[in-house]
């Protein structure tokens, strides 16, 4: 049903999802009184700015923060045996048997895409002991960082030159599940290899665990 004048549209499930998990943080009843619930419903202009500065952290946060790391374009290979066929013909980037096993799992881009990418560690994000990876994607996410699309692990490995990084990076993408390893899983870049890394929400990371997420200010 149209609102405020404004065309109908498809309400996304992640959406749906989010309007469910605001409604079941808010305060309970023996939380919040009356008369503070009747002020926010009578200045609804001021809980719309309370929510969004609580919910959209503005890019710049993240921007100054955090600088960009570099970028990396996807839609250049549009199937897993495509970019197998670079893996096998490039001399240097490597991919272990998991990693080949979550690449063929991919759903590819069709268009170019260009992504600002961000590499920040467990204690960039403010952590000070070893954290669950959904406290540091919930953290990355506080900051304005986005998750990135799993292709750009394999993207990564074939386009940084063998020798780097220094040290391994998780790439801050969704989890897949991974039959060969009984796990969900994420990419995992090493200076040699591109790897599999245990995804699961409750997997601690330690605060020298550098993640590559994306910059939400791109236009």
């Known amino acids: 049903m149209p609102s405020h004048g404004t065309p109908s549209t498809e309400i996304p499930g992640w959406y749906i999802r989010f309007q469910a998990d605001v409604l079941l943080q808010l305060p309970r009843p023996e939380d919040i009184s009356e008369a503070i ?4 419903h009578n200045n609804r202009g001021a809980m719309q700015s309370a929510l969004r ?3 959209c952290p503005p890019a710049s946060r993240a921007r100054e923060r955090f600088p960009i790391w570099r970028f990396v374009t996807l839609g250049t290979y549009l199937s897993a ?4 066929e670079d893996f096998v013909r490039i001399d240097g980037p490597r991919i272990n048997d998991s990693a080949v096993e979550l690449l063929k799992m991919l759903t590819f881009f069709n268009h ?3 992504i600002n990418l961000v590499k920040v560690s467990g204690a960039d ?3 000070k002991t070893d954290a669950k990876r959904d406290h540091i994607f919930n953290q990355a996410a506080a900051f304005g960082l986005l998750t990135v699309p799993a292709q750009v692990g394999p993207e990564l490995r074939l386009q940084i030159p063998i020798g780097m990084p220094e040290s391994e990076l998780c790439i801050g993408m969704d989890p897949i599940a991974v039959s060969s390893i009984a796990e969900m899983a994420i990419f995992k870049l090493g200076s040699q290899y591109l790897m599999t890394a245990d995804g699961t929400s409750f997997r601690k990371w330690p605060p020298s665990q550098e993640w590559i997420f994306r910059a939400s200010d791109q236009r």
């Open 112 to 114: 170019k895409l260009e």
């Open 125 to 127: 994000l403010g952590f």
């Open 81 to 84: 045996a495509e970019m197998m």
């Open 53 to 55: 500065t609580a919910l």
């Open 37 to 40: 619930a009747d002020g926010w």
